[in-house]
Structure formats: structure tokens, C-alpha cells
């Protein structure tokens, strides 16, 4: 047992779990925030994506007692309904989900993602490894391949990410 | 009040189209999306219930033998664990789509690798898991285990209802113009939803709830409660959000079995979640299959034979086969036709449903032969399908209800500028990619199914429609939702729909495509009912009256729906079921598929740039979520067309690829911006709503139009699905490369 002090969507959390205790499962069955989902536990779909300190990662491949201190963002400090974040509101209005089990994934993906190619952080599909970032539908689709969706919204997916991306910029 | 129809008579009055309000079938946002973007929608797992404990499952390390003992020395010492469950009960593999009992039960007998044999139980999953990995599972391993579905010494069943023989196909092939004669094979897929199965098992005294993850919760009652030995009446199932199914949640299973036994003996809530892997091994495949296609057409190119005979398999005493032939009966004519098929019993992991049984595999490949036929033909492919199109069922001489099967394929073609194509394969090069377009035909049966729903007009003129039907990601709460605002005049807003919960009508549950057709279909009923009751209160012919926002008029009568109501509700039950329509005439979907590949003429690999379907499926209730499960469906075919297959090793038959970072789905790049087209039509013959299923025919054919266009881009023809790079490498032609 470890005792561990998170910052989760701005709020102090307090855990104590077994050290072998992944930050998902802290989220998902010690703190109520099911939110982030478990598909695979193995890194390899991308619904337990959420933010530490600013970045995406996979929650499933670390464990919680490593972030103490750390801020945490999760689906649920994004927006909730009737005040969603216009990266969600675009998700529901372009239809990006069916089952919606990937979604929170999806959301915190996209969210840390935008803020990467803002940094201009290349990927895999871009021309140049220095030069600005596009927000490209490739692209889009590119630097959302870790994020697994079986229903298979991707067209809307990068739709959704399209119209938020550029009633923000 | 109960409003029932028995679907005897084609429903021609189409009252939907009629109506003042016309929500069904505009692209209505999901009533649902706001929770599920924003993690609020509760799926199986995160019921919060007090004292939830967790299990994981141990399973068998040999594919075929015996159970001899347990050894718990390793776990009984380790902080948290609870106890070790195993017993007969316990679920070899799941139940078939709607099996209504319990599926083979037992784990002293061991049928295949992975076989759930123990529950543990801890206080904590990372107690349970540690569990699970420690206890010790004595077997005794058999030597006479069946991996390999085309083994020599194979005896492989005939079911004598998937058989057929009229004519002489034989003559037909040796007098035909043109032949085709080939084998093609399919490998085992998996339906991968994202949800893994979970069950949360809670009693109270002998009644036992269940949150889960199911597509069919009416069914899962009776299995679960046959499985665990109580009384239907005993079990309630909760299943509001299903994260994802394609077939692999419409029977009860393993974790919602053992996960019951333990939450008995225990008397707390126990929580069974199958690892990714365990869903990979334990829950079911699409069975791989050969297929034996020949086709015999006469100079212009109509069939006068045809001939698809299969082989598929699965574990003993399943009686599920794959129905690979399905479409084939009725999509083309040909007088002379064999039509087989044959099971092979192995101990491999359980075949079952994946979405689109039968023809996600039949139609791929019977559109592969009449690609095959098009270009020994030097016929257009597309031309060649509409000269094939049967005026009658060819076996049955039945006619066919709406069949907009001529019009997809024009459509499509127009539309996708098919007429750019050259027939000649090989011949567009862009740098070091080599271009093709290939096209097929979609086709699915069409089935309605026996569903029930309730409709509470309040007092307040609000709506409450409850049944037990699922949403699986298909968009039922918001087509429920757009039917029953439309028959009683309501804004979406002042309707609350309530799904999946067992203590709700009993509806068809999710399977076949039928479910949107079927449960909206319950709630046109129960929703006329209603509209008959307010007709009557209002002093008008039920034909007459006309609802609107809230406002009811009939003949020269009009009152507000409060007014009428006079401060009590309304309920009535909504009752269909299938009847002699399924008789009279062949119901079945239609579409046409289009797509363009680079094929990399250096490593093989293919890239869809882009692709079209056309899709008639009766009226389409939600543009919007209609849509989306079309790009579901032909997502699909990339992935089967492209990547998609489980491997089994031959010495033991289990799953080497059993996660996602080995199976590999398609991902975002994997698929380009899709075109779906949905045509207008309405099946009067199909359902009291004209509607009829859509969720699977997006994948009955699809990934034949992507290998078909592998053909066109590089004269290589993929006859061992998947299409992967060294599949195509040696048949690329040589290339001089600038």
C-alpha cells in the first residue's frame, strides 16, 4: 500500500492502493472517475488516454503511485453535459462515436493533440520535421491512430477534430 | 392498452409520412452523446455498488483433457483473496444469439485452450489478478485434439437444412461461354467490440441483478438463470450502455456465470471483467472458411450456374455454423445451382455470430468470383450484376419486396465516376504506387423479430418509452426517441427513453440488423395506441387527428394534450411480430460498393484513398447514426479486406494474436473519408415503419470491392484473405523503376 496525492481536474485526491494499482484503475476503482476506459490494459487501444501535466498518455501503462503531485486531467474535467468543451460538442454534433466506449479516449487524445501541433511537435505524415504543424485531415488521422475505435467513427472523428480545431484558432 | 401486429400483410398506409412532425429519419443528434463524451454514461463496470469485489478467471493451458484437481496452495495465503470458485455450472463458452438456455457447461472436460476453469476472487483486481496468475490448474492433456479445419482425416458434418442441388451445374459449367471455378479462404475474425465483457453480480436473498454488457437482454435472462439454476423471475439484467457488441454479447457468458456463483457464495457484489485476451479466446470468432465458388455464364454474360460450396467449423455440440450462403441464394439467378455446406469439429475457441454473419464472408467472396467473371467476360462489372439480377427467387420463385439493387449499382457508379476505370489491370502508376478500382455488390436478409415496448404519455405531455432493447452504438435512443416523437407530435427534449434493463417489455434485442426496424416497430404500436385513445378523448377519427407541438386537432375538434390528458397519464405496450410477410416475398437488403487502392509497387502494401456504398434499407429512421454504422460496416471490410485475421497454431489450436496490438483493427490512417449514400425507400412488406436493417450490410461485400481493386491496380488476385503485403509482392508486375 502507498499513500498518493493526485491533482485530478484541479482537485486534490488523495489515494491509498497497492503500489501494482495502474492510474487507471485508481481512477476507474478507487476515486469514481470511470470516465477513462479500460479496452485492452496493455497500451494498445487508447480509451484510458488522459492528461499528465498537459500530456497525453496511456493510463493503463502506469501505475498511480508514480504521479503523486502530479495533474491529472481526465474526459470528466473537460466538460460535462451542459457545458461541454467544444472539442465534445463537436464529437456529439459530428456524430464521433457510436458505442462511445473509446470516446473519453478520443477526447483527451484530441485535446492533448491539438495542443501538440500548436507546439508544432511533427508526426509520422509531416513534410517537414521542423517546420509549423498542419492540422491536415491526414495528420488528424495520423496522430489519432493510437486511439482504436471497432464502430469505426474515424471520417467523423477527424471531422469533429476539424471544426474545433478551427473555431478555436 | 396493448397494441399488437403480426406482420401478415404488407403495411401500405405509411402513416410516418404523413405526420406533421417529421423527425424520423432526419440526422437527430444522439440523446446519448452528451454523457458519452463527457464519461458520464454508465457501462457494466462502473456500477458503484458497496462492498464490490473483483474476480478474474483462470482458464485451461491444455486444448483438450481433463481437469484433474486445483492446487490453491500457491493463493491461499495471499493478502485480500476471498475464495477460488470452479465448478460444472461455470460456462465452457458462451451462448449462441439467442440460444433462450444455457450454452455447454463444465470445466472438467476440456475443449479447447483457454477454457475458463476458475473464478478468484479478491478485494482488489490487482489481489484477484496476482490470483489468477499463481493458482495452479492441474490437467491432464489429450492427444487426439483437431486444429486444423482442412485436416486430412476429418469427417466434416453436413447440415442437411444448408444443402442444395437443382439442375445440372456440372453441364451448366461445360456448355457455359465463360467459367469460373475457385477457391478462396477466410481466416476467424474477431469482433473486438471496446468494451471488454463485464458482469457485476449482486443478490439479495434469491434474487440475483446483474449489471452487464449484453446485445439480447430477454434472451440473457433466460440463459443466465438456466445457467445458474433459478427461476427466470429471479434475474434481472442491466445493460443501458453496451460498448460495443457485433455479435459478441448477444448470448450470456462466462463472467456473468461465475461472477453470480462467487457473488452468492460470498454475499457481496462480485465484478468479472475478461482481460482483452480472454475476450480474443474465450468469447467467439467468425469461423474461417474455404469457399468453393463456379459460376457458368452464357455469352452475354448471364449466369446459367452457380455453385458455392463451404467449409467452416467449430467446437462439439455448437450448433451455430456460419451461414457463409445466405445471400447466395437470392441475389443472382442461374438455373443450375450447388449450394453445400460442411462443419469441421475442432478444438479451437467457439465460432458464433460477428457482425454480419454469413455474408460478411459469403458476399466478399461470391463478389470476387463475379469479378473474376467480369473480366474473363470482358463484361463491365457492374453491368454483369445488373444482367444477373433475378425477376424471382431463384430456388423459391418467390417475388421479392423492394429491391433497389439495379439503382445502388447505378448510383454508385455515377457517383464514384466508375466510368474513369480501365478494365486492363496494371495500367495507372503514380511514382511508385499502382492505382485500381474495384466495385461489388452488398446484399443481407432482412429479419424482423418479435419486440415489445411501453409508451407513458405523462400528464405533464411529456413521453417516457421503456423496453428492454439495447443500444449497442447503433442509435436506438435516439431513433426510439425520433419515432415516438413524430406519433405523438413531441419536441425530442420531452422524451425520456429507457433501454436495456429487464424489468422493461420485452424487446428483439440487438443481433441481425434487425433490432432499429423491430423496436421502432413497438413503438409505432404502442405510440397508435395511444393516438387512438386521444382521438377518442378528443371526438375525432383516429385518421384525422393530427398531434403537434403539444396540440392536438381532429376534424373540426382541437385541445391542448395536457387538456386532454386531464392530469393523468397515458400508457400503452406496443406489440409486433413477424408474419406471413417473411413468407410472401424474398426481404432482403441491398447496396453497392466502390473503392480505390494504391497498391505500393515496391512493398505491396495496399492504401484505400477512397470509397463509396450505396445502401436501400427501407426508411431510414436517423440519417446521422444510419450513416455512421455504414462506416462502421465498411471500416470492416478494410480491415478484412486488408489485415484482419485470427492465427491459430496448428499444434494446440490456440490464438497467437489474441490483443489488439496483434489483431490488428483498422485504425484512423487505415481509412480514408467515406461516401455513404443512403437511398429512399420504404419496404412496405418489411416492417409497420417500412424500415428494414442497415447496421450489417455495410460490411456484406465490402472488402471484395478493395481486392477486387488490388486486381485492377496490379493483376493480382488475393484468393487467402487477408490481402497482405506477401500476398501481393510476387504477382506485382515488373516495374522500371525512374
Redesign the interface.
Known amino acids: 500500500m502507498k499513500d498518493t496525492t493526485l491533482r485530478i481536474n484541479g482537485e486534490e485526491r488523495k489515494l491509498s492502493a497497492d503500489t501494482r494499482t495502474t492510474l487507471l484503475d485508481a481512477l476507474r476503482n478507487h476515486l469514481g472517475l470511470t470516465g477513462s476506459k479500460k479496452g485492452c490494459d496493455h497500451g494498445q487501444c487508447g480509451a484510458c488516454t488522459v492528461m499528465v501535466n498537459g500530456r497525453r498518455i496511456n493510463s493503463c501503462l502506469t501505475l498511480a503511485c508514480m504521479h503523486d503531485g502530479d495533474e491529472i486531467t481526465t474526459v470528466e474535467g473537460l466538460g460535462q453535459p451542459g457545458n461541454l468543451s467544444p472539442l465534445q460538442a463537436a464529437f456529439v454534433k459530428h456524430d464521433g462515436f457510436q458505442c462511445g466506449y473509446c470516446t473519453p479516449g478520443q477526447i483527451c487524445s484530441a485535446t492533448a493533440m491539438l495542443q501538440e501541433v500548436k507546439d508544432n511537435w511533427p508526426s509520422n505524415v509531416s513534410e517537414s520535421l521542423t517546420g509549423e504543424a498542419e492540422l491536415t485531415p491526414e495528420e488528424i488521422s495520423e496522430r489519432m491512430s493510437g486511439n482504436l475505435c471497432r464502430c469505426a467513427a474515424y471520417p467523423n472523428i477527424v471531422n469533429a477534430i476539424r471544426e474545433a480545431a478551427e473555431a478555436s484558432s | 392498452m396493448t397494441r399488437h401486429l403480426k406482420m401478415d400483410e404488407p403495411a401500405t398506409n405509411r402513416l410516418l409520412d404523413k405526420l406533421p412532425s417529421r423527425l424520423t429519419g432526419a440526422p437527430m443528434?444522439?440523446p446519448?452523446?452528451?454523457?458519452?463524451?463527457?464519461?458520464?454514461?454508465?457501462?457494466a463496470?462502473?456500477w458503484?455498488l458497496d462492498g464490490k469485489v473483483?474476480g478474474v478467471l483462470a482458464r485451461a493451458p491444455v486444448s483438450k483433457g481433463k481437469l484433474v484437481r486445483i492446487d490453491k496452495s500457491a493463493i491461499e495465503n495471499l493478502p485480500g483473496v476471498l475464495g477460488v470458485f470452479s465448478e460444472e455450472r461455470f460456462l465452457r463458452n458462451p451462448a449462441q444469439g439467442m440460444a433462450n438456455e444455457a450454452p455447454e457447461q463444465g470445466v472438467s472436460e476440456i475443449s479447447y485452450f483457454g477454457q475458463p476453469i476458475a473464478l478468484v476472487v479478491a478485494e482488489?483486481?490487482?489481489?484477484a489478478r496476482?490470483g489468477a496468475h499463481r493458482l495452479e490448474l492441474v490437467c491432464e492433456a489429450a492427444s487426439d485434439g483437431v486444429f486444423d479445419p482442412e485436416a486430412n482425416n476429418i469427417a466434416p458434418e453436413k447440415p442437411e437444412d444448408d444443402q442444395l442441388d437443382q439442375g445440372d451445374l456440372d453441364k451448366a459449367m461445360a456448355e457455359a461461354a465463360y467459367t469460373v471455378d475457385s477457391t478462396y479462404r477466410t481466416p476467424s475474425h474477431n469482433?473486438?467490440?471496446?468494451?471488454?465483457h463485464c458482469a457485476i453480480a449482486s443478490w439479495e436473498g434469491d434474487q440475483l441483478t446483474l449489471y452487464a454488457s449484453y446485445q439480447m437482454i430477454k434472451f440473457n435472462v433466460n440463459e443466465l438463470a438456466d445457467s445458474v439454476g433459478i427461476e427466470p423471475e429471479k434475474v434481472r439484467i442491466v445493460s443501458p450502455?453496451?460498448?460495443?457488441?457485433?455479435g459478441s454479447k448477444l448470448g450470456i457468458a462466462p463472467e456473468a456465470v461465475s461472477a453470480a456463483i462467487a457473488a452468492k457464495e460470498l454475499g457481496r457484489p462480485v465484478c468479472v471483467?475478461l482481460?482483452?485476451q480472454q475476450v480474443f479466446e474465450n468469447v467467439m470468432r467468425r469461423s474461417e472458411s474455404r469457399q468453393r465458388l463456379r459460376l457458368a455464364a452464357d455469352k452475354d454474360g448471364k449466369l446459367t450456374g452457380l455453385g458455392h460450396e463451404c467449409r467452416v467449423s467449430n467446437l462439439p455440440g455448437e450448433s451455430f455454423h456460419e451461414p457463409v450462403l445466405q445471400a447466395t441464394h437470392f441475389i443472382y439467378g442461374g438455373d443450375n445451382r450447388r449450394l453445400g455446406m460442411e462443419v469441421a469439429r475442432l478444438n479451437r475457441m467457439c465460432a458464433g455470430s460477428v457482425r454480419a454473419p454469413g455474408e460478411a464472408i459469403g458476399m466478399q467472396v461470391l463478389e470476387n468470383a463475379m469479378d473474376e467473371l467480369a473480366h474473363t467476360s470482358g463484361i463491365d462489372p457492374v453491368e454483369l450484376r445488373k444482367r444477373n439480377i433475378p425477376d424471382a427467387h431463384p430456388e423459391e420463385g418467390t417475388p421479392y419486396s423492394s429491391r433497389p439493387f439495379a439503382e445502388a449499382l447505378d448510383e454508385g457508379a455515377k457517383r464514384f465516376g466508375w466510368n474513369k476505370r480501365n478494365p486492363k489491370p496494371g495500367q495507372q502508376r503514380e511514382g511508385e504506387w499502382l492505382i485500381g478500382m474495384g466495385m461489388a455488390a452488398a446484399a443481407r436478409v432482412n429479419i424482423l423479430m418479435e419486440s415489445k415496448a411501453r409508451v407513458i404519455l405523462k400528464e405533464d405531455g411529456k413521453a417516457i418509452v421503456e423496453t428492454d432493447m439495447t443500444d449497442?452504438?447503433?442509435?436506438t435512443y435516439a431513433i426510439l426517441t425520433q419515432v415516438c416523437a413524430d406519433m405523438l407530435g413531441l419536441e425530442p427534449e420531452n422524451i425520456e427513453t429507457r433501454l436495456g434493463d429487464s424489468n422493461f417489455p420485452k424487446a428483439s434485442g440487438s443481433g441481425g440488423s434487425f433490432g432499429a426496424a423491430s423496436s421502432g416497430s413497438s413503438v409505432y404500436l404502442a405510440c397508435l395506441d395511444i393516438r387512438a385513445e386521444l382521438a377518442r378523448r378528443l371526438g375525432c377519427e383516429e385518421s384525422e387527428l393530427q398531434l403537434d407541438s403539444g396540440q392536438a386537432r381532429g376534424g373540426s375538434k382541437s385541445g391542448s394534450l395536457t387538456g386532454l390528458l386531464a392530469g393523468e397519464a397515458i400508457e400503452a405496450e406496443g406489440h409486433i411480430e413477424p408474419g406471413e410477410t417473411k413468407e410472401k416475398v424474398k426481404q432482403a437488403t441491398y447496396g453497392s460498393y466502390f473503392a480505390e487502392v494504391a497498391v505500393n509497387a515496391v512493398t505491396g502494401e495496399t492504401r484505400v484513398r477512397r470509397m463509396l456504398g450505396v445502401f436501400g434499407a427501407g426508411r431510414i429512421l436517423n440519417r446521422?447514426?444510419a450513416?455512421?454504422?455504414c462506416?462502421?460496416g465498411?471500416?470492416?471490410g478494410i480491415g478484412m479486406a486488408l489485415h484482419e485475421a485470427m492465427e491459430f497454431d496448428m499444434r494446440d489450436g490456440h490464438v497467437v494474436n489474441n490483443?489488439?496490438?496483434e489483431y490488428h483493427?483498422?485504425?484512423?490512417?487505415?481509412?480514408?473519408?467515406?461516401d455513404v449514400v443512403l437511398l429512399e425507400e420504404r419496404d412496405d412488406w418489411a416492417s409497420p415503419i417500412q424500415a428494414k436493417g442497415l447496421g450489417e450490410l455495410g460490411l456484406c461485400g465490402a472488402g471484395a470491392a478493395i481486392t477486387n481493386a488490388i486486381f485492377n491496380a496490379t493483376g493480382v488476385r488475393v484468393y487467402d484473405y487477408p490481402a497482405t503485403l506477401d500476398k501481393i509482392l510476387d504477382g506485382l508486375p515488373e516495374l522500371d523503376m525512374v
Request: aromatic content about 10%; glycine content about 12%.
Open positions: 443528434d444522439r446519448d452523446g452528451p454523457l458519452k463524451v463527457s464519461g458520464t454514461a454508465t457501462y463496470h462502473e458503484q473483483f482488489t483486481f490487482e489481489q496476482h469482433s473486438a467490440a471496446m468494451e471488454p450502455y453496451v460498448g460495443g457488441g457485433f471483467t482481460t482483452r449497442i452504438g447503433t442509435g446521422k447514426t450513416t455512421s454504422q462506416y462502421g465498411m471500416t470492416w490483443d489488439l496490438a483493427i483498422p485504425v484512423n490512417l487505415d481509412v480514408p473519408q467515406l
